[in-house]
C-alpha cells in the first residue's frame, strides 16, 4: 500500500503545496490523511477477519456496492494509470537524460512493468516494494534535516501565503486531498493484496497483526507526505517561481530542490530514489487493476455459484486486463496535449468524488452482519468514521458547487 501511496499525492502535490501556498495548506494535509484512515483501515480489518477482499462484501451487501465500485474503477483506472505514468516518464528522463519523448518513456516504463508483474510475481514485489519506500523515507529525513540546517525555513516563515480561496485554489485542494496520501478505493486494493499474501505465505494473521501491517505503511506514507510539504515550502515558496506544468520539468525543479537542500552531490541519488518511488507506484498500479478486475469476476462468481472461478478463466481476466489497461492509458498519453499537472488534477478529482461512496459501503460492510463481531469497529471509532464521511459528502459538494455552478 504504502508502495502504491508514495508516488504523485507525494513528490508532485505536497511539493505544490507547500511551495505554491506555504504552510497554509497545511491542514488539508492533516485532514486528508485523518478523514481516509478509517476508510482505507477497513480493508485490511475485513480480510483479515474474514479471510475475504472487500469485492466480496460489496456482493454481500446486495445490488448496489458492488456494481458501483466496479464502475468507479472502470471509469479512473485508465487515466490513473495515464497519470501516474507521465510523471514517472519525466523523472526518467531527468534522470537517464536519453532525450526520449514522453511517450516513448511510457511505452518502456509500462512494458517493463508488465514484465516485472510476470516473472517477478507477487512475493518479489512485496519484498522490493519494502525496500524502495525504506529508502526513500531515509532519504527524504535527511533531506529536510538538512533544509533545518539552513536559513531557509527562517525565511520562509517570514513570507505572508497567498490566498486559497479562489476557483485555482480550491481546485488544488480537492486535487491535494484526493490522493493523499492514496485513494480510498485502495481499501479494496489493501484487502485484495492482503488476501494474495494469505496464500502465498499460508498464514492467516489475526485482526490485530494485519492492523499493525496497514498502520506501518498508512503512517509512514503520511510522514513521508509531511516531509515533501514541508520541503515545497522551505525551499521554493517565496522564491519567485513555482513547479512549472511539463513533466521533465517539473522533475529537474523537484530535483533542484533536494539539490539545495543537501548539496549537488545529492542530486543523482535524489533523482534515483524520486525515480524510484514514481515507478514503483506504476507498478503497483499495474499490477493491482487486472487483480481487482479479476477479482470482480471472481467474486461474482463466489456468491452467484458458490464456487471459485476456473484457475484458468482467472488467471485469462488477469492477463486481458494486465495489457488492455496499460495500453488503453497510452492511448490517453497519446491524444493528451495539455501540462501533466492538469491531468493529474483532473484524475486526482475522480478519486474524490468517488470518495464518498465507498467510504460509505466500506462502513455498511464492517457494521454487517458479514463481519465477525469481535472485529467490528467500536462505538466511539464508528462516531468519528460517520463524522468523517459526512465531511467527505460536504467537501465534495463544495466542489461541484464551486467548479461547475458559480
Known sequence: MAGAAIGVSHLVQSTRAGADYGFSLWWVLVLACATKYPFLEFGSRYAAASGENLLDGYKKLGKGAFPVYASITILTMFIILASLTLVTAGMAENLFDLNLSLLNWSVIILTSCILLVIFGKFSGIDKAMKIIMTVLLLLTVLAVAMVFRTNLPSQALALSPPSYITTAGIAFIIAFMGWMPIPIDASVWQSIWARERFKETGYQPTVKQALADFKIGFYGSALIGAFFFLLGYFVMFGKGSSFPSGSVAFSASLIEMYGQA?????????????????????????????????????????????????????????????????????????????????????????????????????????????TPKNAQPRKWYLVISWSFLIFLILFSLLYIYWTFMR
Do not use: C
Open 262 to 370: 543537501l548539496g549537488n552531490w545529492s542530486r543523482p541519488f535524489i533523482a534515483l530514489a524520486a525515480f524510484v518511488a514514481m515507478y514503483s507506484t506504476t507498478l503497483a498500479v499495474v499490477d493491482i487493476y487486472p487483480r481487482v478486475m479479476m477479482e470482480l469476476a471472481n467474486s461474482h462468481t463466489r456468491f452467484k455459484h458458490k464456487t471459485e472461478l476456473v484457475p484458468q478463466k482467472a488467471k485469462m481476466i488477469y492477463w486481458v486486463f494486465l495489457f488492455t489497461v496499460p495500453v488503453l492509458a497510452m492511448v490517453i498519453l497519446y491524444f493528451f496535449n495539455g501540462g501533466f499537472t492538469r491531468l493529474i488534477d483532473f484524475a486526482v478529482a475522480l478519486s474524490f468524488l468517488s470518495s464518498p461512496v465507498i467510504a460509505y459501503y466500506n462502513i455498511r460492510l464492517l457494521t454487517s452482519k458479514y
